[in-house]
């Protein structure tokens, strides 16, 4: 029974990231913007991934503990938990997850750092791409190739970008770049 329960959220989880992709492709998403507590989102995110993280340790880092930021919180709960999710999948048993936000100009720069293998120079910017999957993580743990691609579409409708870094001393960082907008603009 637990096996079925387990395949019936994952198949469900699954169809959930095709139509947000299909959506968020088509322009299909109501966007959304309020004020969001950083850290507060940051928090939600972990709760909803406090079963898959129950065995990692996780370091949170807010540049600013009272930023606020202008966005749609679903869409940013949705890039962020594709980041930390992915580290849970890739990440070397017993290293930590750091998950920081800061304020770099205009911008939160969210990062999400764990070690694990080292993501090839070509498949840096490809991984981004629907469908797409490093050839390193291949075996390593089952994924769909969507899951980048939402978090890099979920950035764009807010006017930022993602990005990659990956090495073998450094680990590997995934960043997502959001303006920080006042509640006056708009997408």
Same mark, same amino acid.
């Given at each position: ?5 387990e395949?019936?959220?994952?198949l ?10 299909a ?20 928090? %939600?995110?972990?709760a ?6 129950a065995?990692?340790r ?8 009272n930023?606020?930021l202008?966005?749609d919180?679903q869409l ?37 750092h764990?070690?694990g293998?080292?993501i090839p120079?070509?498949?840096?910017e ?15 743990a ?12 979920a950035?764009?409708?807010?006017g930022?970008?993602?990005?990659v870094?990956?090495? %073998? ?9 959001i ?7 708009s997408?």
């Amino acid at each position: 029974m637990g096996l079925i329960d387990e395949q019936t959220r994952l198949l469900g989880d699954l169809t959930t990231r095709l139509l947000t992709t299909a959506r968020l492709d088509g322009g299909e998403v109501a966007i959304h913007v309020a004020p969001v507590s950083v850290g507060t989102l940051i928090e %939600e995110v972990l709760a909803g991934l406090k079963d898959r993280l129950a065995s990692m340790r996780v370091a949170v880092e807010i540049d600013d503990e009272n930023l606020v930021l202008s966005c749609d919180e679903q869409l940013m709960v949705m890039l962020l938990t594709q980041y930390i999710d992915n580290a849970c999948k890739y990440s070397n048993f017993g290293t930590t997850i750091t998950i920081r936000v800061l304020v770099a100009g205009p911008e939160a720069i969210f990062s999400v750092h764990s070690y694990g293998p080292v993501i090839p120079m070509a498949d840096r910017e490809r991984i981004f791409d629907r469908y797409y999957r490093s050839s390193t993580y291949g075996n390593r743990a089952p994924g769909t190739g969507i899951g980048l691609s939402v978090a890099r579409r979920a950035a764009q409708i807010h006017g930022g970008y993602v990005w990659v870094t990956s090495d %073998e001393e450094e680990g590997t960082t995934f960043f997502a770049a959001i303006p920080l907008i006042t509640e006056k603009e708009s997408f």
